[in-house]
């Protein structure tokens, strides 16, 4: 099956930084989801990005489908972003699949 | 607009026991999903529906799990038996297009979280 695998593991930052994940798949995707799992758990929509570049505030994604890969910026980091980043992709293959990488933990601090 | 609503929040039960969940989707939301989520992991699509009919069921172990959507709308996941292992917390999402129409952005509701002692 298609692998997704996302990239730093974990990362640290100072309040005010910027940082960028990545999301790699191995496969054509219908759909690519960034989300955001806050720290009591709850799962947030940021972006539906088959492809092209969204800007939602001080985040943004772009998504190369051609290339297979995905990216989330998050500029001037607060420490409300911290938690955990999840890209899912969907695709066809007998019926739609969602499949979620391991994430990213990010830890902002004050 | 209400969001996803699951119940109960958490759940306490021994093993062998039945056990179920219920997920009320976002109004006007034809796609519904279980996924399971173990700690420091992705979630895992269990299974998919679209409006009453279960679209994708292949990773549903329906050997102890079995699912339901009648009439399309709000939907209940039961385990049983429940196995230690079954332990995590399990998500339910909903999305407004089905795979004919196009698929869209997923909400999540808050989950339930299980634990089998």
């Known amino acids: 099956g298609i692998q997704v695998e996302q990239s730093p593991p974990d990362l640290i930052l100072q309040e005010g930084a910027n940082s960028t994940l990545r999301c790699n798949f191995s496969d054509s995707v219908n759909n690519l989801q960034w989300f955001h799992q806050n720290p009591w758990g709850q799962l947030i929509n940021l972006f539906y990005i088959p492809s092209g570049t969204k800007q939602n505030g001080r985040l943004s994604a772009t998504t190369v489908a051609t290339e297979r890969y995905s990216l989330l910026y998050i500029s001037s980091s607060q420490t409300t972003d911290s938690g955990v980043y999840f890209c899912a992709v969907e695709r066809e293959t007998g019926g739609f699949k969602t499949i979620f990488g391991a994430g990213t933990r990010l830890f902002v601090k004050a | 607009e209400a969001g996803v609503v699951q119940s109960p929040r958490y759940k306490i039960i021994e093993k062998k026991q039945p056990v179920a969940f219920w997920c009320n989707p976002i109004s006007g939301h034809n796609t519904l999903y279980w996924y399971l989520q173990n700690l420091g992991q992705g979630p895992e699509l269990l299974i998919r529906y679209e409006n009453e009919e279960a679209v994708d069921d292949s990773q549903l172990p329906k050997d102890r799990f079995s699912a339901e959507r009648l009439k399309g709308v709000d939907s209940t996941l039961k385990i049983q038996p429940a196995e230690l292992g079954d332990s995590a917390v399990y998500l339910c999402?909903?999305?407004?297009?089905?795979?004919?129409?196009?698929?869209?952005?997923?909400?999540f509701g808050p989950g339930t979280r299980l634990t089998v002692l």
């Open positions: 999402a909903s999305s407004k297009g089905t795979s004919t129409e196009g698929t869209d952005t997923q909400y």
